[in-house]
Nanobody
Framework: QVHLVESGGGLVQAGGSLRLSCAAS????????MGWFRQAPGKEREFVAS????????????SVKGRFTISRDKARDNAKNAVYLHMSSLKPEDTAVYYC?????????????????WGQGTQVTVSS
């Protein structure tokens, strides 16, 4: 069972930056596709970014391209098994609960259905 724990959320002014982290409890995580999703009040959970197990391939929602960067620790034996989401030029519309997810999909990881494990979420609030 993979357990995912997000951290790094908080309150930031528009134009500011935050870095979210997601730590996995199992070393097998290093072979999983990892993704970040977000859910604003009253809205569906939506894809933000994903990264392949090797870190060589990344995908972004159009709304965050050029502002957000997903990365992960390399799949080395001593890796921390973490994935990160660096968010810059934040906008009030980025306000949401951000979720980390892990999946054994061979797809791009842009769909909720691609993922088997989810974290509890971390709140990001961007003030105008």
């Amino acid at each position: 069972q993979v357990h995912l724990v997000e951290s790094g959320g908080g309150l930031v002014q528009a134009g500011g930056s935050l870095r979210l982290s997601c730590a996995a409890s199992e070393r097998t995580f290093r072979w999983y596709v990892m993704g970040w999703f977000r859910q604003a009040p009253g809205k569906e959970r939506e894809f933000v970014a994903s990264i392949s197990w090797s870190g060589d391939n990344t995908y972004y929602a159009d709304s965050v391209k050029g502002r957000f960067t997903i990365s992960r620790d390399k799949a080395r034996d001593n890796a921390k098994n973490a994935v990160y989401l660096h968010m810059s030029s934040l906008k009030p519309e980025d306000t949401a609960v951000y979720y980390c997810a892990a999946g054994q999909t061979t797809d791009y990881g842009t769909s909720i259905d691609d993922y088997d494990y989810w974290g509890q979420g971390t709140q990001v609030t961007v003030s105008s």
